[in-house]
């Protein structure tokens, strides 16, 4: 599928394939608790200042800038486990798989209760064959009371569980994570995909109209609204969508698909 969401804050996901990425914290002692600003020492406080850089090229899709930011910091702080955990979702990203699995364990070895980075490095073991122990990761993220985004890494949960075909698991994490964040777009879009798989249309239609309501746009959000409104028999909905579809994605496969009927492919 397309992106539906793509980078949000320092957040890189799709809303029915989840890629979480989370957000550079203060730097961290080697206990994982983080610093006041207050306690940070002036090398400290420039080293944040260069990981905020090298985030902000990494959303800007100029990786080798943002690895020099990240060579910066780590000359100033070399034991800033946030700059390891954004390296190692710059060279994720860069297909580097080796050097990102070096980063995220020093970066975990450093921080050890740092949810971030416990999600993150559960992420890249899903996306690398490595499923089961990625879940050990999820569930170290989402049950520590610090972690201020715990739906992050329960959607994450759900869709690695969805590679091992554990859809229960996958709708329990989904649900779990709309009760931490109802508003939430890409939990909605999750339980929407789960209940139009089931054909619990209904269900999947109130789900997917949250995320329209948040007006999420994207080509693959509107053609999964355009197959429940269609299974539900509302036409006026369906063409309604199929209007912002043809309007905004005119050359997506989600068009392409829509036009020539493909709706159970």
């Given at each position: 599928?397309?992106?539906?969401?793509?980078?949000?804050?320092?957040?890189?996901?799709t809303?029915?394939?989840v890629?979480?990425?989370?957000?550079?914290?203060?730097?961290?002692?080697?206990?994982?608790e983080?610093?006041?600003?207050?306690?940070?020492?002036?090398a400290?406080?420039?080293?944040?200042?260069?990981?905020?850089?090298?985030?902000?090229?990494?959303?800007?899709?100029?990786?080798?800038?943002?690895?020099?930011?990240?060579?910066?910091?780590?000359?100033?702080?070399?034991?800033y486990?946030?700059?390891?955990?954004?390296?190692?979702?710059?060279?994720?990203?860069?297909?580097?798989?080796?050097?990102a699995?070096?980063?995220?364990?020093?970066?975990?070895?450093?921080?050890?209760?740092?949810p971030?980075?416990?999600?993150?490095?559960?992420?890249?073991?899903?996306?690398?064959?490595?499923?089961?122990?990625?879940?050990?990761?999820?569930?170290?993220?989402?049950?520590?009371?610090?972690?201020?985004?715990?739906?992050?890494?329960?959607?994450?949960?759900?869709?690695?569980?969805?590679?091992?075909?554990?859809?229960?698991?996958?709708?329990?994490?989904?649900a779990?994570?709309?009760?931490?964040?109802?508003?939430?777009?890409?939990?909605?879009?999750?339980?929407?995909?789960?209940?139009?798989?089931?054909?619990?249309?209904?269900?999947?239609?109130?789900?997917?109209?949250?995320?329209?309501?948040?007006?999420?746009?994207?080509?693959?959000?509107?053609?999964?609204?355009i197959?429940?409104?269609?299974?539900?028999?509302?036409?006026?909905?369906?063409?309604?969508h199929?209007?912002?579809?043809?309007?905004?994605?005119?050359?997506?496969?989600?068009?392409a698909a829509?036009?020539r009927?493909?709706?159970?492919?």
């Amino acid at each position: 599928m397309n992106d539906m969401l793509r980078r949000i804050g320092c957040v890189m996901a799709t809303v029915l394939l989840v890629i979480t990425a989370g957000c550079a914290s203060m730097p961290g002692n080697e206990g994982g608790e983080l610093l006041t600003v207050s306690e940070q020492t002036d090398a400290q406080k420039r080293a944040t200042i260069r990981l905020q850089l090298a985030v902000g090229y990494y959303e800007q899709r100029q990786p080798k800038v943002a690895l020099d930011e990240i060579k910066q910091a780590l000359a100033l702080y070399s034991d800033y486990a946030e700059a390891y955990g954004m390296r190692a979702l710059i060279y994720m990203e860069l297909g580097e798989i080796r050097l990102a699995e070096e980063n995220f364990t020093h970066a975990l070895g450093l921080a050890p209760k740092n949810p971030d980075l416990s999600n993150n490095y559960g992420w890249f073991l899903c996306q690398n064959g490595q499923e089961s122990k990625a879940m050990q990761y999820f569930e170290a993220a989402f049950s520590n009371r610090s972690y201020q985004s715990p739906s992050k890494a329960l959607n994450n949960a759900g869709l690695c569980s969805l590679k091992q075909k554990d859809r229960k698991a996958a709708e329990q994490y989904f649900a779990k994570a709309f009760q931490f964040d109802p508003s939430n777009p890409v939990t909605n879009a999750n339980l929407a995909k789960i209940f139009y798989d089931r054909q619990d249309y209904e269900r999947a239609h109130f789900y997917i109209g949250r995320v329209i309501q948040s007006e999420i746009w994207a080509a693959d959000v509107l053609w999964l609204a355009i197959k429940i409104e269609r299974k539900r028999g509302d036409s006026e909905a369906e063409r309604s969508h199929a209007m912002q579809l043809r309007n905004r994605h005119p050359d997506s496969p989600e068009c392409a698909a829509y036009q020539r009927g493909a709706f159970d492919e």
